[in-house]
T-cell receptor, first 112, second 115 residues
């Protein structure tokens, strides 16, 4: 049973506009959350994270929002650039756990 | 620093053949992981090693074995490959306080096809 779900397999957005990626989780023991970005034929690379004690974390064009009561997080990319075209994975874990659970990924395409 | 390296990059096997995927990291990380990525399934954990000398099953361990050879190296073995093991395999590592909030660092992947 997947504990982390990304229900949108793909997202197409125009260059310069906002990309919003969504992620839902079911395990209430998760207390930290990460987003990874993956280009074809490469390994995933870390993008941004948030702990459960916060509801927002910002890093340049990337912002992650966490709604603990809804068990939902989102990644905002503003403005979207062609180089942002990639697969984005949401991941979650517990402080006392060595493991991460990953979502199925969302493929983002930024149109010029 | 090379980070996490994996060999080979590509491999084609026949059903029933065996092979070992190699992974090494040079970041002095304690924990290492093996994942497989399949379309629509995301990254699924096969096995992990929380520290040198320990290994544990992940979500999809059947058909695989692992060896934590030393702190740097963590190998994944397929004893009798099956077409269902056709996938892209990623190795990852994590230090005690690496990066932000338990960030894992990934290798470039091994693309395996089992005929």
């Amino acid at each position: 049973d997947q504990q982390v779900k990304q229900n949108s397999p793909s997202l197409s957005v125009q260059e310069g506009r906002i990309s919003i990626l969504n992620c839902d989780y079911t395990n209430s023991m998760f207390d930290y959350f990460l987003w990874y970005k993956k280009y074809p034929a490469e390994g995933p690379t870390f993008l941004i994270s948030i702990s459960s004690i916060k509801d927002k974390n910002e890093d340049g064009r990337f912002t992650v929002f966490l709604n603990k009561s809804a068990k939902h997080l989102s990644l905002h990319i503003v403005p979207s650039q062609p180089g942002d075209s990639a697969v984005y994975f949401c991941a979650a874990g517990g402080s006392n756990d060595y493991k991460l659970s990953f979502g199925a990924g969302t493929t983002v395409t930024v149109r010029a | 620093n090379a980070g996490v390296t994996q060999t080979p990059k590509f491999q084609v096997l026949k059903t029933g053949q065996s092979m070992t995927l190699q992974c090494a990291q040079d970041m002095n990380h304690n924990s290492m992981y093996w994942y497989r990525q399949d379309p629509g399934m995301g990254l699924r954990l096969i096995y992990y090693s929380a520290s040198e000398g320990t290994t544990d099953k992940g979500e999809v361990p059947n058909g695989y074995n692992v060896s934590r050879l030393n702190k740097r190296e963590f190998s994944l073995r397929l004893e009798s490959a099956a077409p269902s093991q056709t996938s892209v395999y990623f190795c990852a590592s994590r230090g005690l306080s690496s990066g932000s909030f338990h960030e894992q660092f990934f290798g470039p992947g091994t693309r395996l096809t089992v005929l």
